[in-house]
């Protein structure tokens, strides 16, 4: 018996969401290696996470496999990967046996869990905001991630100094909460529109970012940090 036109085969209908569980498993194992004292694996199991996580939507779309299922998993899969991970992977790098350290990090996890279930709300409401549909409402939770281990990354790059310091990492953490569960417009990828003779452009952009990369992993997450800080003005 032949399956509908445009429905994928069965077995690639499963694709996503074993994408998603393969972004969980990374980011979980992220953990493992901040346990084992080796915090650069992490960073690398948390940007595979993200990775991950940014091309499964892809794949359900083009396989046109989307599911309510999927979507949930989706969103836990957030919660672990860019809540739980970065938080656990900076407590046990940065802040180990600091109790204060430990109550910024739970505030930092449950900010990102608010945030996706805000999100997943807002889905469902009609009364949105306009600008809802073209921006996030708050820091996204991938990004958050990204900021969470930025005192991490410098400390990588530049060893111990006043960014690896537990008040200054606990107050990172708490910024990065409030951004999360604020009302604070932030740029979508799918509200960004590239004219075709800016093709050019853009690869070369990606090519130099990929390169860096390679060669300057820690220095580009940075830059990447302080130019979407910087960004956020604009934004507003």
């Known amino acids: 018996m032949s399956r509908p036109k445009g429905q994928p085969a ?11 569980v393969l972004a969980i498993c990374a980011g979980l194992t992220s953990i493992k290696f901040a346990l084992d004292e080796k915090p650069w694996i992490s960073l690398a199991l948390i940007g595979a996470a993200a990775i991950l996580d940014g ?3 892809g794949i ?3 396989l ?4 309510r299922m999927g979507a949930e998993i989706d969103s836990l899969a957030d919660a672990v990967n860019f809540g739980v991970a970065p938080a656990l992977v900076v407590y046990l790098t940065l802040l180990p046996n600091s109790q204060l350290g430990w109550i910024f990090v739970l505030l930092y996890a449950v900010c990102v869990v608010l945030r996706l279930a805000r999100f997943n709300a807002l889905l ?3 009364t949105r905001p306009a600008y809802t549909r073209e921006f996030f409402t708050g820091m996204p939770a991938p990004c958050g991630a990204v900021g969470a281990i930025g005192p991490l990354v410098a400390y990588m790059q530049f060893g111990h100094g006043w960014w690896t310091s537990h008040w200054f ?5 708490a910024a990065n909460a409030a951004l999360l ?10 509200a960004i529109s590239v ?6 452009i853009l690869l070369i952009l990606v090519a130099a970012a990929a390169a860096g990369l390679l060669l300057f992993p820690y220095v580009l997450v940075l830059l990447i940090i302080v130019g979407y800080v910087c960004m956020m003005p604009f934004t507003i």
């Open 195 to 200: 004219p075709e003779n800016a093709a050019p």
């Open 181 to 190: 569960v604020s009302r604070v417009p932030t740029l979508a990828l799918k």
């Open 64 to 67: 046109n496999a989307q599911s």
């Open 10 to 20: 069965r077995g690639l209908r499963i694709l996503p969401s074993a994408t998603t």
């Open 55 to 57: 091309i499964d939507g």
């Open 124 to 126: 469902d409401d009609d």
């Open 169 to 173: 990492v606990c107050a990172w953490l």
């Open 60 to 62: 359900a779309r083009a």
